[in-house]
């Protein structure tokens, strides 16, 4: 278990690694439909809550392993075994995501998300029994998570509302056990570009997720109903906006990592990110089962399910291309997006859900086409040689 070179030129993502990441958006799909069935039937606080709590387990084992695998990647027959078992986990936990999105029974979901997280303890035991550089943060890595993981266990007996405690006292340690470990002992090796070639292939495959539930809920109300304007308008609006998502997650260089604790706030901030962009789906599914009369909602509610989510991201991707010194020439035009997008979202009983749709997909698009324009013409912020 040797720590891989952070500055090896060349580092790409392995197969390995994509399985690893089809594996974890079937959790994020069913995530997301679960939010999907959630805000049609009027049940927003429940929904939203559920999917908030589920979504964290997701991305938090996802990370967790991403970065590890950055730094000890291996790829030895226990190395391997061991990623499978955390594949195995993830699928635990996806079968358990509606129980817990619904009833916030959490039994199933603990089950697979300890699986997951006792597989990556082994790797870390590996990490301090092999690599004397390594050994101080990999012991830290392995006593926090098995402790933290008989936690999630306790929980389980917990009567409510300590349930709920637990869980808020849980996720906290869960975000401090790498600051504890990275800190207080020796940084791990994970490389830069390879952090930032993961959290966009990984971006990727969430923007297909949105693609397919959303592919799938236009041909289920086209079979039923047949082709109408609002169906029309609602499928344009969404292509228009996963277009524009991919393209404001892409555009400039890459995040500049160039210290933990950014490289730390990068990474955690994305889980808004990741779970916008899950939830975008979702809204578009509100939205087709509101043009076709199978939900129990108002068109606005449709509408905001897609402009907040999509408002999100914007805002959270201005953020962090500030943290990366990789920032737009003038954001204040993407915040101001952000919030035309809001605003159009009132607009349903005038235009329509497909009109607003399709109106939030053209705001999108013409706001980055003007940032863009902005930013080339003043020239595109680069961080500096060292960071980079």
Same mark, same amino acid.
């Given at each position: 278990m040797r720590a891989r070179d952070p500055r090896e030129a060349h580092r790409a993502a392995t197969p390995l690694e994509l399985l690893f990441d089809l594996c974890f958006v079937v959790a994020v799909a069913q995530a997301a439909a679960q939010l999907h069935h959630h805000v049609t039937e009027a049940h927003l606080g429940v929904g939203l809550l559920g999917y908030a709590m589920v979504f964290f387990t997701i991305w938090w084992a996802w990370m967790n392993f991403t970065w590890f695998a950055s730094a000890y990647d291996t790829d030895d027959v226990a190395y391997r075994l061991l990623t499978l078992l955390q594949m195995a986990g993830a699928l635990v936990l996806a079968a358990g995501v509606p129980a817990a999105a619904t009833s916030y029974d959490l039994t199933v979901i603990t089950i697979g998300y300890v699986v997951m997280r006792v597989a990556l303890v082994a790797q870390w035991l590996r990490v301090a029994r092999?690599?004397?550089?390594? =050994? +101080?943060?990999? @012991? =830290?890595?392995?006593?926090?998570? /098995?402790?933290?993981? %008989?936690?999630w266990l306790v929980r389980l007996a917990l009567p409510h509302p300590w349930d709920y405690t637990g869980l808020a006292v849980l996720v906290i340690a869960e975000l401090l056990v +790498? /600051?504890? &470990? $990275?800190?207080? #002992? *020796? %940084?791990?090796?994970?490389? +830069? #570009?390879?952090?930032? $070639?993961?959290? #966009? !292939?990984? *971006? @990727? @495959?969430?923007? #297909? $997720?949105?693609?397919? &539930?959303?592919? *799938?809920?236009?041909q289920s109300a086209l079979s039923e109903h047949g082709v109408?304007?609002?169906?029309? !308008? @609602?499928a344009a609006g969404g292509l228009i906006l996963v277009f524009t998502m991919w393209w404001i997650y892409f555009m400039g260089p890459d995040a500049a990592l160039s210290t933990p604790r950014i490289a730390l706030l990068w990474g955690y901030a994305h889980y808004l990110l990741f779970a916008a962009v899950a939830a975008l789906g979702a809204g578009l599914q509100v939205a087709v089962d509101v043009a076709v009369h199978r939900a129990h909602v108002a068109a606005t509610t449709a509408t905001f399910a897609v402009a907040v989510p999509l408002a999100g991201f914007v805002l959270v991707m201005c953020w962090l291309r500030r943290l990366t010194h990789t920032g737009l020439a003038h954001p204040s035009l993407m915040v101001a997006g952000a919030v035309?997008? !809001?605003?159009l979202a009132l607009a349903a009983p005038v235009l329509g859900v497909g009109g607003v749709i399709l109106s939030i997909g053209i705001a999108a698009a013409a706001t980055l086409t003007a940032a863009l324009v902005a930013t080339h013409r003043d020239g595109v912020p680069h961080p500096p040689p060292e960071a980079r």
């Open positions: 092999q690599d004397a550089t390594g =050994r +101080p943060a990999g @012991i =830290r890595y392995a006593v926090g998570i /098995m402790v933290v993981q %008989a936690g +790498p /600051m504890w &470990a $990275e800190f207080r #002992g *020796t %940084a791990t090796s994970w490389h +830069p #570009g390879h952090i930032s $070639e993961r959290y #966009g !292939l990984f *971006t @990727i @495959i969430v923007l #297909g $997720e949105v693609i397919f &539930a959303s592919l *799938t809920s236009i109408s304007g609002q169906m029309l !308008l @609602i035309i997008v !809001l605003v």
